[in-house]
């Protein structure tokens, strides 16, 4: 298991400001954790630096779907969905805890959509683009079957339906997950670390000037290539390259709303159109239901992006038209996350219509950043720019070959779904036991896999009326000792979900967890009082429009 935690810090930087590295890489969400692995695996000496906690840009902001797009198939980026649609089935072997198969319903209608027929060969085409089993492919649906699937539609715009394979996950722990994997191969890797600025030696870039953002020092790293893997903030770093010039981002805010799923009680995932010819998800996941997205150009502050009331009525509004019965309000939301799409800006393009594809740009100082691309493709786009980096650096690409198709996620991976059913359920009875139901068993397996028996352990054997908190103080126990948690946002936004999933149980908890990190931290009370006053600011942001 990696020794991952605050109190290697120090160590780190010393490590880091101190030894010459191969690579290192510049953001710490899923395109930076995926290139560290890459490189580290491939026996490059690899660093990586993220100015917040990892994930806590886009990569704890997407729909949580390992998806293959379905909306590019109507955009024809055929290379695009083959791409990631074989990646899906990839991604879900590394980490079948974290990447879980979710069948995906999609009901059609003569008003909106493409169509019965053409729908039907998209999905076919959909399914063999991404090679899924026969088993598995898509089943078109009457209208009959498709209302029995969700009685919830609007019964006259239905006219039938298809049921297609997609794969729901958790963004920031699969981030954390190949973070934690690059550190076990060897990479040095710092959160709460900016890069302000680049070193050059001949012009050519030699490594990055880093704020500890934490002690507040400033020190460099020495480095042969560096990678910026910045997502939204690209530009920025290429600017401080002086660098910008041809091709920038254009970046597009995407808003989720979750509901209690009582009050949106959909039997499955369920992705739908909407007047304006978009297509919006709802997907159910324990105690709530989420909805999203939104596409909308953005050009406010980066650090600061959260749903506006706009958001959330447009939301409120595509889902009360499609499931009338259910009558949601802006009252009904109880939190909301909102991230934003590093595209590619092409002119004359609206938001909606930007690709998602990736792109590698190249400065004449040898800066390589990455922007663009999907969760989904993660591991493809880390081997490109890994690959690139060996090209440019280290000669011979065969020396270095890439094997993170074979790299499994999570300390003691499993190997199939089935053993994962079979570890959920000695789960779900042992907590049972405790008093405490299937969804705290199912979070817990789907959160920390295998370590899930770890965490339940350290808990021991808690009264029924003590064990809520006990479970919950020994999650912080683990993520305080092996995934580098900081402080109190870190482990209730980005380690657990709990301010999307579960915001009750953080108000509830959220003073004897502040007392826990206190206790950790060696934290005086006004910095205790900070923390929590940080978090209750950041849940009004999640809860409160307008
Ligand atoms: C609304 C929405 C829904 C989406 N849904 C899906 C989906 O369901 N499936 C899917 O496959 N994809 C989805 N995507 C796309 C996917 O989320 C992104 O492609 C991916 O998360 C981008 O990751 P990234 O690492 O490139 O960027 P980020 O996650 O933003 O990471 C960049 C990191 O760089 C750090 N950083 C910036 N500047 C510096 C600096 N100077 N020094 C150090 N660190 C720095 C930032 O703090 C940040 O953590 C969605 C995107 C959005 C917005």
Known sequence: ??????????????????????????????????????????????????????????????????????????????????????????????????????????????????????????????DWLAGVSPEDQRKMLTKLQTLKYEPLLKKEDVMGGAIYAEYRTDDARLTIEVIK??????????????????????????????????????FTIQSTAVVSAAGPWVDELRDINKSKAGKYLHLTKGVHIVVPRSKLPVRQAIYFDVDDGRMIFAIP????????????????????????LEDAQYLITAVNATFPSVRLSVSDIESSWAGLRPLIHEEGKSASELSRKDEIFESDSGLISIAGGKLT?????????????????????????????????????????????????????????LGLGELAAHYLVENYGQQAEVIINYAGKPSPGEAEIAMLKAELWYCLNHEMVCNLKDFFVRRTGLVYFDIHKVLKWKEVIAQECKDYFSWDDARTSRELTELEGLIKELTNFG
């Not at 840009?57 to 055929?78: A, D, P």
């Not at 490594?207 to 020092?217: E, H, K």
């Not at 996941?285 to 506006?308: A, C, H, P, S």
């Not at 499994?408 to 907590?431: D, G, M, N, W, Y």
């Open 377 to 433: 493709g993660y591991r493809k786009m880390a081997e490109r720019v890994v690959g690139l980096v060996i090209k440019r650096h280290f000669g011979d690409r065969s020396l270095y070959p890439c094997k993170t198709n074979e790299i499994r996620l999570a300390t003691h991976s499993f190997a199939s779904v089935k053993q994962v059913r079979k570890f959920s359920q000695a789960i779900v009875e042992t907590l049972r036991g």
């Open 181 to 218: 994997a690059a550190v076990s191969y060897g990479a040095s890797v710092l959160s709460y670390a900016e890069v302000s600025g680049f070193t050059y030696n001949d012009d050519n870039v030699s490594g990055v000037q880093v704020q500890d953002r934490i002690s507040g020092a400033g």
């Open 1 to 126: 298991m990696v020794s991952f935690s605050y109190n290697n810090r120090l160590a780190i930087v010393r490590k880091l400001s101190s030894e010459k590295y191969d690579v290192v890489v510049i953001g710490g969400g899923i395109t930076g954790a995926g290139i560290a692995l890459d490189a580290a695996s491939r026996g490059l000496k690899t660093a990586l630096v993220e100015k917040n906690d990892f994930a806590f840009g886009t990569s704890s902001r997407s729909t949580k779907l390992i998806h293959g797009g379905l909306r590019y198939l109507k955009q024809l980026e055929f290379g695009l969905v083959k791409e990631v649609g074989s990646e899906r089935a990839i991604v879900h072997q590394l980490a079948p805890h974290l990447v879980v198969p979710e069948k995906m319903l999609l009901p059609l209608s003569d008003k909106k959509g493409l169509g019965y027929w053409l729908t039907s060969i998209g999905l076919k085409v959909y």
């Open 285 to 308: 996941r324990g105690r709530i239901t989420y909805v999203g997205t939104t596409d909308t150009t953005y050009e406010g502050n980066k650090d600061l992006v959260f749903t506006t």
